[in-house]
T-cell receptor, first 114, second 110 residues
């Protein structure tokens, strides 16, 4: 079966712009979570969606937002990009919101802000 | 102090050696994951544990809930095991989000 699909794979944006990243979960998975990975901070949790509702949010500024659609696909948006937003953004899907069935990760979107 | 601590940060070993990577955490958890990340970024979930021990091929993961400690063991290590191994804990009720360790970079030399 198809895995978790993230698009685009690579993205270059300019400071001040905004960006939207997409994540399509495994068919049947209803929970999607997003993570940021940087060399300095490692992996950090951004937010989690289940049934179109944000269930948990990490410690990121309001410039980072997301949403989930009725087909469980999710998007995250970063507005007013800063150089420090350059990172690998990963999403993961799971059957249930409390992870009892485990996560499957996508390959990530590598965002470079210049 | 980080909520999830891994050791060692870097580990280089000869092919065939027995490998142990440790993870300690300070928060209440409902589950612990061991993840593998290869160059290029893709992450694979190796194990999800809430108690005891799990084995998959040459990989073994254990968790001691009382001591808040988990270990990942690799038997008969192989160069293809070279990757970053990351421990992640899922917080318990009211804190259901993944918190990650900083990772252990493992290099297996042929």
């Amino acid at each position: 079966k198809a895995g978790v699909t993230q698009t685009p794979r690579y993205l270059i944006k300019t400071r001040g712009q905004q960006v939207t990243l997409s994540c399509s979960p495994i068919s049947g998975h209803r929970s999607v979570s997003w993570y940021q990975q940087t060399p300095g901070q490692g992996l950090q949790f951004l937010f989690e969606y289940f049934s179109e509702t944000q269930r948990n949010k990490g410690n990121f500024p309001g410039r980072f937002s997301g949403r989930q659609f009725s087909n469980s696909r999710s998007e995250m948006n970063v507005s007013t990009l800063e150089l420090g937003d350059s990172a690998l953004y990963l999403c993961a899907s799971s059957l249930a919101e409390n992870d009892l069935y485990g996560y499957t990760f996508g390959s990530g979107t590598r965002l470079t802000v210049v | 102090k980080n909520e999830v601590e891994q050791s060692p940060q870097n580990l280089t070993a000869q092919e065939g050696e027995f490998i142990t990577i440790n993870c300690s955490y300070s928060v209440g958890i409902s589950a612990l994951h061991w993840l593998q990340q290869h160059p290029g970024g893709g992450i694979v979930s190796l194990f999800m544990l809430s108690s005891g021990k799990k084995k998959h091929g040459r990989l073994i993961a254990t968790i001691n809930i009382q001591e808040k400690h988990s270990s990942l063991h690799i038997t008969a290590s192989h160069p293809r095991d070279s990757a970053v191994y990351i421990c992640a804990v899922l917080g318990d009720f009211g804190n259901e989000k993944l918190t990650f360790g900083t990772g252990t970079r493992l290099t297996i030399i042929p």
